[in-house]
């Protein structure tokens, strides 16, 4: 029998597109992990978006903080929805 777990996986090619701010992603290097607040399955994030929202969803997550809160602090802040909600 077999138990083996398959997932959906992402492949990132050059030009696709930020999966919150939906700007082309020019180079690899550029291409960086949504995690917690989006899906690296569906995408990746440019560097722009993980500054002002991955890395401070993520910081708050290790001050303790529900994750809940922290995206609803963000929208609070005008920041916009993610687009792989």
């Known amino acids: 029998m077999d138990t083996t777990?398959?997932?959906?996986?992402?492949?990132?090619v050059v030009?696709?597109?930020?999966?919150?701010?939906?700007?082309?992603?020019?180079?690899?290097?550029?291409?960086?992990?949504?995690a917690p607040i989006g899906d690296l399955n569906k995408g990746r994030c440019c560097i722009h978006c993980d500054k002002n929202l991955v890395l401070p969803i993520r910081l708050g997550i290790i001050e303790g903080l529900e994750l809940s809160y922290l995206i609803k602090k963000l929208y609070s802040l005008g920041l916009p929805k993610y687009k792989n909600e």
Not at 5 to 12: A, G, H, L, R
Not at 16 to 32: E, N, V
């Open 5 to 12: 777990v398959k997932e959906e996986t992402y492949d990132f």
């Open 15 to 34: 030009g696709d597109k930020c999966i919150f701010c939906q700007k082309p992603i020019l180079d690899y290097g550029f291409a960086r992990n949504p």
